[in-house]
């Protein structure tokens, strides 16, 4: 397993050393020189110099060898431009990490799965563990062929849940409307902006996205 990180912060750090004791091979690209000598020090790994948000600088990381590329700057518009070039080159898949949670719809609209939010992930996680709730359950419940998928409802969109027209083999789960959770069911009709949740069978997975979430062209 081959990982490569966009920036050299304390959770780059703390990663890669667990994924070092693992046996991956890991890669980390750090504009700072003065960061890289210090981790170098005390990582074994592979570093780059450089800008990760420009593409000359991830195909040096080599996309195609990469299972994940990591994108975990301090800079949220740095972290969304290098999950865009990085996926554009052809990386397997992209973690895009972002402080400001205004950013979390643009990302879905980008078509940015993998967005990680510290601060709203732990705030939650500590909620859950105060209600006395396990919040880790949830991804021990999603076995086999069963996979989440969510997207951000556009105007064409508009109507009522029945009129999605989905494949066979995905439903409607929830949906958030102005950070507020809906339980769907038939008499839930769609606006404009929701963020949509949805169950489906692994084998729908690409027809889906083909029509929720498609890929946009884009050159260097």
Do not use: W
């Not at 994940?68 to 800079?75: A, R």
């Not at 105007?155 to 066979?168: A, M, N, R, V, Y």
């Not at 489906?200 to 029509?211: C, G, M, P």
């Amino acid at each position: 397993m081959r990982v490569v990180f966009i920036g050299a912060g304390e959770l780059t750090s703390q990663t890669a050393k667990q994924l070092l004791n693992n046996g991956y091979e890991v890669v980390i690209i750090e504009q700072d020189k003065t960061r890289i000598d210090e981790l170098s020090d005390e990582l074994n790994t592979g570093f780059i110099h450089g800008d990760g948000s420009k593409p000359d600088i991830l195909r040096e990381a080599d996309p195609a060898a990469t299972d994940y590329l990591l994108c975990l700057t301090g800079n949220d518009q740095c972290n969304i431009i290098s999950s865009l070039v990085g996926r554009s080159l052809g990386y397997k898949r992209v973690v895009t990490r972002i402080e400001d949670s205004s950013y979390e719809h643009i990302c879905i609209e980008l078509g940015l799965k993998d967005v990680i939010i510290p601060d709203s992930t732990m705030a939650r996680y500590l909620a859950d563990m105060c209600a006395g709730q396990n919040p880790l359950e949830i991804s021990a419940l999603i076995k086999e062929d069963a996979r989440i998928f969510s997207f951000i409802a556009h105007e064409d969109d508009q109507g009522s849940l029945d009129e999605l027209s989905l494949p066979k083999g995905s439903r409607v789960m929830f949906l958030y409307r102005n950070e507020k959770f809906i339980l769907g069911d038939s008499d839930t009709v769609l606006q404009k902006d929701d963020e949509v949740v949805i169950v489906s069978h692994s084998n729908v997975l690409s027809e889906l996205e083909a029509r929720f979430n498609p890929k946009v062209d884009s050159t260097d």
